[in-house]
């Protein structure tokens, strides 16, 4: 189905066809009607599929055709997104989907200074695309009002949970007005989405576009099995065997990202690394050089999982499994996008068969295991323990942590707690013990 045929308008027509496009995407086709409609939505769709634009240009038109309910430039649209990458991903979008519309609009997300926002917002804008931890600290300061919002957009929701939002997004919903379109997007729908959606949405459109925690059938995906020692050296090989010259690496913890980008290096492969200790400088640069092609390997941590769009990306190395089945899905939906073919490679030794195993039940299904001639893993080499979250608790065990006690029940709430452990480094640059997400 063509734009033309979604009832647009003719400037935001204008805006899809400079941007290059013209046939409209299945998650596109079925939440653009609904949105002018008026209803509030629970959408899901795999990654890179064309949610940003599924919500943006529905929003764009109706605030094109309705009147504004309070002031001049008085936030009309708020966009709620994880991460920083995301914001400014989906602020990219809204300023070239709006640029022949009388609309303005900023982004907001910790890291940077918060002066440059507060003046922006002053001047006047009508949608903010925001994370949830900057946003308290403007609504603290007072130099954002909400009270004049008409749609409310929470844009990779799941993500935004297992990043331990909820209490954020909960506070942010007290202070803007009821009467409002509650549009909420997401990868997948966890029974956790489906608590929130009934708190947020009223009689909402349910639309999804894949069975839930699926896979993009254009990924194809392989698992080398192999000795955890070894990994580096693999996949180095790999890389330089394979003359890959894109390539996204995940790693658990922030620690192995900038050590093993240090060691690509000393392999002559052009490396970096990107994580929530980054200043947003470093991660703006690095994810830069990684999509002009100055640097071969971008190694990132779950904070990227979501957020970075890059065109044609072919190859997406999970270096370590994730402790989250869902977190496989997301990681590896960086590559395959828009109906392009890719690659997802896992490297696998075995302290992480039981992680393995979940995400093939999730999935339901095998993943094809090739073992790498010279790379045979050693079946003397016993399972260890995996090191999960701040105590040092293994998946495996409830052993004490290293300060002689057992974890609290808070403490075993890994799904949110280890998801949130980099975004949560404190929300606010005012506070340089603490940086948000």
């Known amino acids: 189905m063509l734009f033309s045929e979604l009832g647009l308008s003719a400037e935001l027509l204008r805006a899809t066809e400079k941007q290059g496009y013209q046939e409209a995407t299945p ?102 695309i925001a994370t949830p931890g900057r946003l308290l600290d403007h609504m603290q300061r007072g130099t954002i009002r909400l009270d004049a919002v008409e749609t409310l957009v929470l844009d990779e929701a799941d993500r935004m949970l297992d990043m331990g939002f909820i209490r954020d997004i909960r ?62 050296e693999l996949l180095s090989h790999m890389i330089g065997a394979g003359n890959w010259r894109q390539v996204l690496v995940f790693t658990r913890t922030k620690h192995l990202a900038n050590r093993l980008s240090q060691q690509l290096e000393r392999d002559g492969l052009s490396a970096a690394a990107i994580h929530g200790n980054k200043s947003q400088g470093a991660r703006t640069r690095a994810l830069a050089d990684f999509k002009k092609g100055d640097i071969r390997v971008l190694v990132a941590t779950d904070i990227a999982a979501r957020g970075l769009d890059i065109e044609q990306l072919p190859h997406v190395v999970n270096f370590e499994l994730p402790n989250v089945p869902e977190d496989y899905v997301h990681r590896i939906g960086r590559t395959g996008r828009a109906g392009l073919e890719g690659e997802a490679v896992s490297l696998v030794c075995v302290d992480e068969k039981k ?55 808070k403490g075993r709430n890994s799904r949110s707690r280890n998801a949130s452990a980099e975004a949560r480094q404190g929300r606010y640059q005012g506070q340089r013990s603490r940086r948000a997400a």
């Open 355 to 409: 992680l393995l195993a979940d995400i093939e039940r999730l999935l339901k299904r095998s993943i094809e295991k090739v073992v790498i001639p010279g790379y045979e893993p050693d079946v003397s080499i016993k399972a260890e323990p995996i090191k999960n979250g701040r105590n040092n608790v293994s998946r495996r065990s409830s052993k004490p942590n290293n300060r002689g006690r057992k974890p609290s029940a």
């Open 27 to 128: 998650i596109q086709q079925q939440a653009i009607p609904l949105i002018l409609e008026g209803h509030d939505l629970l959408a899901g769709a795999q990654t890179g599929t064309g949610k940003t634009a599924g919500f943006t240009l529905p929003l764009l038109q109706r605030l094109q055709t309705s009147e504004p309910q309070g002031q001049k430039h008085s936030v009309r649209a708020l966009i709620l997104v994880p991460t920083r990458e995301l914001a400014a991903q989906v602020a990219e979008s809204v300023r070239d989907y709006g640029r022949y519309l009388p609309f303005s609009s900023t982004v907001i997300f910790g890291g940077v200074s918060i002066n440059p926002q507060i003046s922006k917002l002053r001047r006047g804008v009508d949608i903010v």
């Open 171 to 232: 506070k942010v919903l007290k202070a803007i007005p009821p009467n409002r379109q509650n549009l909420l997007f997401s990868a997948t729908f966890s029974k956790d989405i489906k608590q929130l959606a009934s708190e947020l949405l009223n009689a909402p459109m349910e639309i999804q576009v894949a069975r839930q925690n699926t896979t993009a059938e254009q990924i194809s995906q392989v698992v080398h099995p192999v000795d955890r020692n070894r990994k580096r």
